[in-house]
């Protein structure tokens, strides 16, 4: 068997041997790979761009049950209620139920955050004041968007009293002139609220595209819907066990009051197969016809979707070459061997029979000169 220093001998002095068409080809290929991996290094760093898609992973933590992450949109004229929210989940647990599936004590088998917004004017003691769109949120929303909090604390679904409210740094400084504003007042149409805490907004890239606004105030929804009462929940989240593949999605499809709104299944927005739909759809994902306005955190993931399918594509695009090329070289190389084999095999063979026929008449031979000596195995004198 030939060894490795010679393999690279023998590759070294082919090189050597190039000439300018040779090595105009080499450094192409070269180029062409290193360009597709690229690409697949940033569709890597894309997928892991934005933390609202992570829910599913850090609930799952280190138990062996699958979760998935989903959420629903909704048309504007077609928002639910807190009353649907608490119906659908009581149809969920009783599926989760008939479906065998519990909760470890003292745990949850799912969580879930609901949202909506509303047009609302702000002000504070200092004389600041703003016409904002709140957000008003339910559930455990800042479990899945985990805001990362500058001063106080987040509001939550058990808070005794629903007049708190979260604010960004911008609707802060221009409110209050700072950041460290827990429990400072402030009022919302004119009603007071208490500042629980002030959020550091998403600084990847795809949030600084998709957020739009001035400023932002997060509030509890039922709070928003006293003050606007035409206010609804237009977007729903939730992590719910996923044993089999499809069954999250199945069994919140048939018991979400979605209508025409949407559904989508964050945990494998990244996945090849959902990437080559995106791919397949990419004309049409800029038409809405439902009434769906996505609030900002799913089109920065949209737009982290659009970024992966055309790396994706670039990526298999930049790869063909190199590969056919290498294929055409193993095909060179199958029928060189098969062109050798073919001329050497039948002289092998033919050596082979050919020596075996002469050890054959060797040892007729020589068996022959045993039977012609006398008794006693000695030649006469």
Request: glycine residues 10%; contains cysteine.
């Amino acid at each position: 068997m030939m060894n490795r220093p010679n393999i690279f001998r023998r590759m070294l002095s082919a090189v050597k041997g190039f000439g300018f068409k040779q090595w105009f080809f080499l450094v192409l290929n070269v180029l062409l790979v290193g360009g597709s991996i690229g690409c697949l290094a940033g569709l890597g760093s894309v997928s892991h761009a934005l933390s609202t898609l992570n829910a599913a992973e850090q609930f799952r933590g280190q138990g062996d049950t699958r979760f998935a992450q989903l959420a629903c949109y909704l048309p504007v004229d077609d928002g639910k209620t807190e009353d649907d929210i608490r119906s659908f989940r009581q149809s969920l647990e009783a599926q989760l139920v008939e479906q065998s599936l519990e909760a470890a004590e003292g745990g949850r088998l799912y969580i879930d955050a609901y949202s909506g917004t509303a047009q609302v004017t702000v002000g504070s003691d200092n004389g600041g004041n703003a016409s904002v769109k709140a957000i008003g949120v339910g559930g455990d929303f800042f479990y899945f968007h985990p805001l990362r909090l500058r001063a106080g604390a987040y509001i939550k679904s058990d808070d005794l009293m629903d007049d708190l409210v979260v604010l960004d740094e911008e609707m802060a400084w221009r409110l209050f002139g700072g950041t460290d504003l827990a429990g400072m007042t402030m009022t919302i149409n004119g009603k007071p609220f208490v500042v629980s805490g002030v959020i550091a907004r998403e600084t990847d890239f795809a949030t600084n595209k998709a957020y739009t606004g001035d400023g932002g105030v997060f509030m509890s929804f039922s709070a928003l819907n006293r003050l606007v009462e035409t206010a609804s929940i237009t977007s729903y989240e939730i992590v719910m066990p996923n044993p089999i593949t499809g069954f999250a999605r199945n069994i919140t499809a048939d018991n979400f009051p979605l209508g025409n709104g949407d559904l989508v299944e964050n945990s494998s927005r990244y996945s090849l197969t959902h990437l080559w739909e995106v791919i397949g759809t990419f004309g049409q994902r800029s038409m809405r016809t439902n009434g769906v306005i996505y609030p900002y955190w799913e089109n920065a993931v949209r737009l982290t979707e659009d970024y992966a399918a055309l790396l994706l594509t670039l990526a298999v695009l930049l790869a063909l070459y190199p590969l056919l090329t290498a294929l055409v070289l193993i095909i060179k190389d199958i029928r060189r061997a098969y062109r050798f084999a073919k001329v050497k095999i039948p002289e092998k063979v033919d050596e082979a029979v050919e020596k075996r026929r002469e050890e054959r008449l060797e040892k007729a031979f020589e068996k022959k000169e045993e039977e012609g000596k006398p008794d006693g195995g000695s030649e006469p004198s």
